[in-house]
């Protein structure tokens, strides 16, 4: 009968430290996005499979935390080296992150287009990566509509250096 207690026992055990790692894991956010200002415009990528636009991002990795998953992403699909200078706060089961470039970015006039030869991912899942302006903002198609947000709120967020 005392080994059946003691079963019973660590049976609880069991199942509470089950929930509480359930819990503490679903705290943990699936995915992080960084928000690069750049004078009037922000930085977006453009999705290889919808053709949508959308912030830099993606999964946050098993061990990774989510501000670092938002500068690694950034690198991956733009080949910009970045830091975090503000936490936005949650976006949806992710986390939004106002980022900056450490070095100047240089576009193209008129379309807003970046060079994306020094992105790791390049051509894999991000096709296309721009500095849009307001107008142009409203007009693009968003990749994820929780990023919708965000968007709307880029316009307070300290600017990345740029090349003039």
């Known amino acids: 009968m005392k080994q059946r207690q003691g079963a019973r026992h660590r049976g609880w055990w069991g199942l509470w430290f089950l929930l509480f790692c359930q819990q503490a894991g679903a705290m943990v956010p699936q995915f992080a996005v960084c928000v690069v200002r750049v004078e009037d415009r922000v ?52 986390h939004a992150y106002a980022c900056r470039s450490r070095t100047p970015i240089a576009w193209v006039a008129g379309s807003g287009d970046i060079d994306l030869l020094a992105a790791p991912d390049r051509g894999r899942e991000i096709i296309r990566a721009r500095l849009a302006d307001q107008t142009l903002l409203h007009n693009l198609p968003p990749r994820f509509s929780a990023e919708t947000t965000w968007l709307q709120q880029w316009t307070q967020i300290a600017a990345s250096p740029a090349l003039s």
């Open 43 to 94: 930085l977006l990528v453009q999705d290889r499979l919808s053709g949508r636009y959308g912030l830099p991002g993606g999964y946050v990795d098993a061990g990774e935390s989510a501000d670092v998953a938002a500068v690694r992403e950034l690198y991956e699909e733009t080949g910009l080296r970045g830091e975090i200078t503000a936490d936005l706060g949650p976006l949806g089961n992710g």
